[in-house]
């Protein structure tokens, strides 16, 4: 519980309602060297904490907190959630051949190709084909900062692996580190956020009635907005018309949500619409990337004031890296923990990729914590995470974790089955549970981009 008390201190939360919090601890789930058990049970922890915190605030008829449960076999099924993905009987595609740690003539390097545009940028810096061996031979004689360099300055995905020191001594870990966790402004004064009562239903959905304009893609910025779903929000994610997504990918992260193409660009009126009713709105691209749409957080609370700006970064929203592309395994390649996963010939991985899932429950707790300091406070908010400072969270105790797996946890009670527009679905149940409030989402993942891009 120490760390999650933490993690709620810093989200700005009161510190006696962390006694609300029970757990179910079942060490040897996501067996690792580093404390990933506990840096999972946190990160949920205190999402479900900040749901109950908010249901409570907006139940009729008030009352206290609602018990909130964490178990660690919920979160570690959640965790691997694209593990356990079935549609229509078939497994999830997992990474694809050239996402992968390579050998190279002083170490290793971790290149990240699942999506075809990252690919073709990869083997054009390479200048190979789309040939393992080939790309193999290629990287064999150079060293992986030669690497990491060329194929960044060319829009595609590597970074050298790394030994905790060397990332210590890194100018972006410096940046990284004097961030907190979950980082919390307030942008103006904008006047206290009435919320209408919930309550005399089945479950009881702290996030009824709010709309969520989601502008995230892969897996961390997903699994937020997917979480706020499941507390009752009206979520709709855009994506650009001609960025493919991964169709398992969408799958596994699209429950409860919306979604629709949009260009920003082209379709301005339409994306005006909607950023007016909005009353969250979630990124997750490079800093920057979106601030002439008006998606800066200072513009967002001009247009919107009362308005919650939730943005997620790999590397964080400054320092020398703050504009570079990033997934978990290149986080983890960078800030030392492959090394420390890893055996002594070659590098490791984290049991699950812990830093989006963790980063995904880190910030939809700091908008639900934003939306109950509305309601006191007012001001519109803006809630920042970060794929690297989750990294630095789970280095800073160092080897304390359960490195050697303690007994197979089934994770059937944590599954579950439905019919949905892509077939038969077995996925995770959410982790994050608290009484009273809703243990599945209201609705399956549709197809990718078949909605339309208005409010409901």
Request: aromatic share 6%; proline share 7%.
């Amino acid at each position: 519980m120490t760390r999650l008390a933490s993690f709620w201190s810093g989200l700005g939360g009161e510190p006696a309602l962390v006694s609300r919090v029970t757990a179910v601890e079942r060490p040897g789930v996501l067996p690792s060297r580093l404390p990933v058990r506990e840096l999972a049970g946190a990160c949920v922890g205190v999402c479900a904490l900040a749901a109950a915190e908010l249901a409570a605030r907006r139940r009729t008829g008030g009352g206290e907190v609602p018990v909130v449960r964490v178990d660690d076999g919920a979160v570690a099924t959640a965790f691997v959630s694209e593990r356990h993905l079935r549609t229509g009987g078939r497994a999830a595609e997992s990474f694809a051949p050239l996402s992968r740690f390579w050998r190279t003539a002083d170490g290793w390097v971790r290149t990240h190709a699942n999506y075809p545009h990252h690919r073709a940028r990869l083997l054009s810096a390479l200048g190979t084909p789309e040939d393992p061996d080939e790309v193999a031979a290629a990287l064999a004689g150079r060293s992986a900062r030669e690497v990491e360099e060329t194929v960044t300055a060319a829009g595609g995905l590597a970074v050298a692996l790394r030994t905790p020191g060397e990332w210590a001594a890194h100018g972006q870990a410096a940046a990284v580190a004097r961030l907190p966790l979950v980082e919390r402004v307030r942008l103006d004064s904008a006047p206290a956020r009435q919320f209408a009562a919930v309550g005399g239903g089945d479950p009881l959905l702290p996030a009824a009635g709010l709309r969520v304009l989601d502008l995230t893609r892969v897996i961390a910025g997903p699994i937020a907005t997917r979480t706020l779903a499941l507390f009752g929000a009206d979520v709709l994610r855009l994506d650009p018309p001609g960025l493919p997504e991964l169709p398992d990918q969408h799958t596994d992260t699209g429950f409860g949500k919306r979604s629709a193409l949009l260009d920003l660009a082209s379709d301005r009126e339409v994306f005006d619409e909607l950023l007016a009713g909005a009353d969250v709105v979630v990124t997750g691209y490079r800093p920057g990337a979106l601030d002439r749409f008006g998606l800066n957080p200072e513009a967002l609370a001009e247009r919107r004031p009362g308005v919650v700006v939730a943005q997620l970064s790999a590397w964080g929203a400054t320092g020398p890296w703050a504009g570079r592309r990033g997934f978990d395994s290149l986080v983890q390649a960078a800030t030392g923990i492959a090394r420390v996963e890893g055996e002594r010939d070659r590098p490791g991985a984290l049991p699950a990729q812990a830093l989006d899932h963790g980063t995904g429950y880190l910030l939809a707790a700091g908008v639900l914590r934003s939306l109950s300091d509305q309601a006191d406070a007012g001001g519109s908010r803006l809630v920042r995470v970060a794929l690297a400072r989750t990294a630095g969270e789970l280095m800073v105790t160092g080897g304390s974790g359960d490195a050697v797996h303690g007994g197979e946890v089934p994770a059937t009670p944590w599954l579950a089955e439905r019919d949905s527009p892509l077939g038969r679905l077995r996925y995770a149940l959410p982790p994050v549970e608290f009484e009273g409030g809703p243990r599945d989402w209201a609705r399956g993942p549709g197809v990718w981009g078949a909605d339309a891009a208005r409010w409901l």
